[in-house]
């Protein structure tokens, strides 16, 4: 089987706790985005300082009525024993969150590229995008070659994270031309490879796309 799908709702509860063998400890937080503009409901997640522009990324094969949704971001702010609060906290981006409908998931599934298939996947496995600048993000396919301004160490949205002092974001961008739209954020730890999850309502609609970065313990949601 591949890899289960985390209670992602616990992940999004304010003031949630978790605690890692090291004894640091994560509570969680809520951070909003804004919303992200959808012309065509064909979400792509990729690393976007990296894959965006390129034609690489390729859209989840789980469409959504166009229009805009909201995107947010749970946030761990991590502190060790008998540390003193702070005024710059150590945080990390835990899960980003793309809302279709304000609706309860009641099964969740791994998001899926045009020839992917879950059938392949061996125990513990997912499928999942590759992240090299430490940040990931959701957009519209439609928008791939909208912000030919941001491709590379230039531009809004690398000036968005540098002015941000903790390189966290949500942030989101607009291609001043199309009014298209993206949404970016770090990616938990850092580089690595990140599953994105689809939860679906009791009538089997989509009512979101998660991205975990793995910085919640399995265990702190089981």
């Not at 799908?5 to 949630?16: E, G, R, S, Y």
């Not at 690489?56 to 009525?65: G, L, M, R």
Request: proline fraction near 9%; hydrophobic fraction near 40%; aromatic fraction near 10%.
């Amino acid at each position: 089987m591949p890899m289960p799908a985390p209670d992602f709702a616990w992940h999004f509860t304010p003031d949630n706790r978790f605690q890692e063998e090291n004894g640091v400890t994560g509570t969680m937080s809520v951070a909003e985005a804004g919303k992200l503009w959808l012309p065509t409901g064909r979400v792509v997640a990729c690393d976007p300082f990296i894959s965006l522009g390129c034609g690489e990324a390729e859209p989840f094969t789980a469409a959504v009525a166009p229009g805009r949704y909201r995107v947010e971001c749970a946030v761990a702010t991590l502190t060790r024993p008998d540390e003193e609060p702070s005024d710059t906290p150590h945080q990390r981006i835990a899960a980003a969150r793309l809302v279709i409908k304000d609706t309860p998931p009641v099964a969740w599934e791994i998001a899926l590229q045009a020839g992917q298939d879950v059938k392949e996947l061996s125990d513990d496995e997912f499928y999942g995008y590759g992240v090299d600048a430490g940040t990931g993000c959701f957009y519209d396919a439609s928008c791939d070659e909208s912000f030919p301004e941001c491709e590379g160490d230039e531009g809004p949205l690398w000036d968005a994270f540098d002015a941000d002092d903790a390189h966290l974001g949500p942030h989101i961008i607009t291609a001043p031309d199309t009014g298209h739209t993206l949404v970016a954020f770090s990616s938990g730890w850092g580089d690595g490879a990140y599953p994105t999850w689809i939860g679906r309502d009791a009538s089997g609609e989509v009512v979101c796309f998660v991205t975990d970065f793995f910085v919640v313990p399995p265990e702190a949601v089981a």
